[in-house]
T-cell receptor, first 112, second 115 residues
Framework: GEDVEQSLFLSVREGDSSVINCTYT??????LYWYKQEPGAGLQLLTY?????DMKQDQRLTVLLNKKDKHLSLRIADTQTGDSAIYFC????????????FGTGTLLAVQP | GAGVSQSPSNKVTEKGKDVELRCDPI?????LYWYRQSLGQGLEFLIY????????KSGLPSDRFSAERTGGSVSTLTIQRTQQEDSAVYLC?????????????FGQGTRLTVV
């Protein structure tokens, strides 16, 4: 199937680390993405990882990829209140076309 | 324009009426996507256009939904005989190519309310 699964909600305290998890479906996906949707705003690409990588670090963000288990995670270090948003993982799902399929989204709430 | 533009931003319609939602993608982007975002439902894929290829309509929930893309640019999503369950935010996105490895740029969405 095409379902990309995420937990719906995560609450952390400011300064803690946040880990958002995702299980995807298409083992042939060449890239996997994390998008961020802030309140009242559109989705924007946050980061991505190429499928031949296990890890990618970008400032406070760390993306981990386990291809065997089709598991993707996003770690945000030193989480700030400005990180409060909905986070979506996404994969280009193959088959006849290469459409971009999104997960259900994880609402990250950062408590001051 | 500089980004993906959607219109109208808000639409309230009576049950049973038809509605048209418009998307102006970023100039030069060959791929265009429509998604629907409902509370607690995440981003539901509706339809995908890539260049001159036949669109992937596998996500359209019923035959009341249709979309077209004219001249490889502007796209219109049409919902006929709207139902209350069609109420949602409809998001359009475009990207330079249809393959993985490129960024999809999203519009601000059209919030559809069926009363």
């Amino acid at each position: 199937g095409e379902d990309v699964e995420q937990s719906l909600f995560l609450s952390v305290r400011e300064g803690d680390s946040s880990v958002i998890n995702c299980t995807y479906t298409d083992s042939s996906s060449t890239y996997l993405y994390w998008y961020k949707q802030e309140p009242g705003a559109g989705l924007q690409l946050l980061t991505y990882i190429f499928s031949n990588m296990d890890m990618k670090q970008d400032q406070r963000l760390t993306v981990l990829l386990n291809k065997k288990d089709k598991h993707l995670s996003l770690r945000i270090a030193d989480t700030q209140t400005g990180d409060s948003a909905i986070y979506f993982c996404a994969e280009p799902y193959g088959g006849a076309t290469n459409k971009l399929i999104f997960g259900t989204g994880t609402l990250l709430a950062v408590q001051p | 324009g500089a980004g993906v533009s959607q219109s109208p931003s808000n639409k309230v319609t009576e049950k049973g009426k038809d509605v048209e939602l418009r998307c102006d993608p970023i100039s030069g982007h060959t791929a265009l996507y429509w998604y629907r975002q409902s509370l607690g439902q995440g981003l539901e894929f509706l339809i995908y256009f890539q260049g001159n290829s036949a669109p992937d309509k596998s996500g359209l929930p019923s035959d009341r939904f249709s979309a077209e893309r004219t001249g490889g640019s502007v796209s219109t999503l049409t919902i006929q005989r709207t139902q209350q369950e069609d109420s949602a935010v409809y998001l359009c996105a475009s990207s330079f190519t249809g393959t993985g490895g490129t960024e999809a740029f999203f519009g601000q969405g059209t919030r559809l309310t069926v009363v």
